[in-house]
């Protein structure tokens, strides 16, 4: 499975590619850390971490090749998945920007 943010501005950020045995990220959409947040400050890469990938990690490729591009427009989360005959499914997701 291949996780990536795509900008407004079109620049695709690798979070998390062929990482993990299976499906998990997160263990569920409550705030209270149950969600994998991506963060280029993270202590532990997310290719060191393991399903259900709970908790702050760093992405495949930086962040900060976001840095000075449009943060209004339409951002997007692709997931696409190479394995056959599994279904998966997107629970929930946000995006926070800082200054």
């Known amino acids: 499975m ?3 943010l795509i900008s407004p501005d ?3 950020v690798d979070l998390s590619s062929g990482n993990g045995a299976g ?3 997160g263990s569920g959409c409550a705030p209270d850390g149950n ?3 991506f963060d280029d400050s993270a202590a532990t890469a997310i290719t060191a ?3 259900p990938y709970v908790g702050t990690f760093s992405p ?3 962040l900060a090749a976001l840095n000075g591009g449009t943060a209004n427009g339409n951002w997007r989360l ?3 998945d190479a394995s056959g005959g599994t279904l ?3 629970r929930c997701w946000s995006l926070f920007l800082y200054p």
């Open 2 to 4: 291949s996780i990536s």
């Open 10 to 12: 079109n620049v695709i």
């Open 23 to 25: 499906a998990n990220f």
């Open 35 to 37: 969600r994998t947040t």
């Open 49 to 51: 971490g393991s399903s």
């Open 60 to 62: 495949e490729a930086s």
């Open 78 to 80: 692709r997931i696409t």
């Open 88 to 90: 998966g499914a997107l």
